[in-house]
């Protein structure tokens, strides 16, 4: 019996960022040198982002706060709060983010409800509180006071692929498993000025979201999109460990991101998804779909000609990136579902998803559309 995803959904908050506004904010801080300025423009010029979401109400120019903390609209300054202002950000909004994404799915599901919850399994890098985020979900939507809780944290933009192998495991391990997931990262928590190269890119591409999912043996009713998940796979590259970091400062999370990172994607995709195909006796021909963390522009065209993909196989991942940016361990879960709703796709059809993080860490995952 296979373990199946379904109600796959996801959240975002109200305000919107419009990624030339931003650029031009960013362009503009006393503090930055001539250099600094130059990279801001070809940072957000080139990232393939249009818009962008955050939980940041003062990003926005319709009103002004009485006492900003992160923007002064009138003097459009960018300003630097301490982690734990950040953090207390992050508990409100993302908490609030996890339970409406949370619901979402339940509610998606037709034959589960809060109580058939066996399982929650909450996933972000942005922030911090205990009681966490799967305590949160369980007394606010009502489930069970026994529901295994479990929670993962700080591993960056591949979280929600293990997360979903750990639902699969559950599943397979108890055949009455109702696994929920769902990742939420506030990344533009941690954004700011800075002259900083690794980061200025970070200002420009990472954005707040949220996805939830379903996760059991119960089968899709009929006329409902779903996926069967297949099989997983973790590689680490040989390099990349000083390239892609995550660590905490004084002034919120720091992000190190080498413009190495699409170079070590290019000279090791193939073996990462070896493992993945070997396993599963397939090939690459035989994978309709690619589900494609956008980490940036350039990651997404070093994959597409590595892996000799189509443009059209592309399409999902680059259009998260354009509307949605790079919402860190959520993204993945945003390519998956434009994949499970688009017209085209197909019953029997597989997909393979990928994600970046940390380490260099290559998650792959199978899936086949139910």
Request: include cysteine; aromatic fraction near 6%.
């Amino acid at each position: 019996m296979a373990v199946t995803l379904r109600a796959l959904e996801t959240a975002v908050p109200q305000t919107v960022l419009i990624q030339a506004e931003v650029r031009d904010v960013f362009a503009t801080q006393p503090d930055l040198t001539r250099l600094a300025q130059r990279l801001v423009s070809a940072s957000f010029d080139a990232s393939g982002i249009e818009r962008r979401h955050s939980v940041i109400d003062e990003f926005t120019w319709d009103r002004q706060s009485e006492d900003p903390q992160f923007f002064d609209r009138d003097r459009r300054l960018l300003l630097s709060p301490g982690t734990r202002v950040r953090n207390e950000l992050y508990i409100d909004r993302g908490g609030k983010l996890f339970v409406e994404a949370a619901r979402k799915a339940i509610d998606a599901c037709p034959d589960v409800g809060a109580h058939d919850i066996t399982h929650v399994i909450t996933v972000s890098c942005t922030g911090f509180f205990a009681p966490g985020p799967d305590y949160l979900i369980v007394r606010e939507l009502g489930l069970g006071v026994d529901v295994q809780r479990y929670h993962l944290g700080f591993m960056g933009c591949y979280a929600s692929m293990p997360a979903l192998r750990m639902a699969k495991q559950l599943c397979e391990a108890d055949p009455d498993a109702v696994v929920l997931v769902v990742s939420v990262e506030v990344c533009t928590l941690h954004v700011r000025s800075s002259t900083d190269p690794d980061q200025i890119v970070a200002a420009s591409l990472f954005a707040d979201g949220a996805g939830a999912a379903i996760i059991s043996h119960r089968p899709p009713q009929s006329g409902e999109r779903a996926f069967n998940l297949d099989g997983f796979e973790t590689v680490i590259t040989p390099v990349g460990e000083a390239d892609m970091a995550w660590k905490i400062g004084d002034q919120g999370f720091e992000m190190v991101l080498s413009t190495y990172v699409p170079h070590i994607i290019d000279e090791h995709i193939e073996s990462a998804i070896a493992p993945l195909l070997s396993g599963d006796g397939s090939r690459k021909e035989d994978v309709a779909h690619w589900a494609i963390h956008p980490g940036g522009r350039s990651i997404l065209d070093k994959v597409e000609a590595k892996l000799e993909l189509t443009e059209a196989q592309l399409v999902p991942s680059r259009q998260t990136l354009r509307d949605y940016g790079n919402m860190s361990s959520a993204t993945v879960l945003f390519v998956l579902k434009q994949i499970l709703e688009a017209p085209d796709t197909e019953s029997g059809e597989r997909v393979l998803a990928m994600a970046f993080g940390p380490g260099l860490t290559v998650e792959t995952g199978l899936l086949t559309v139910a």
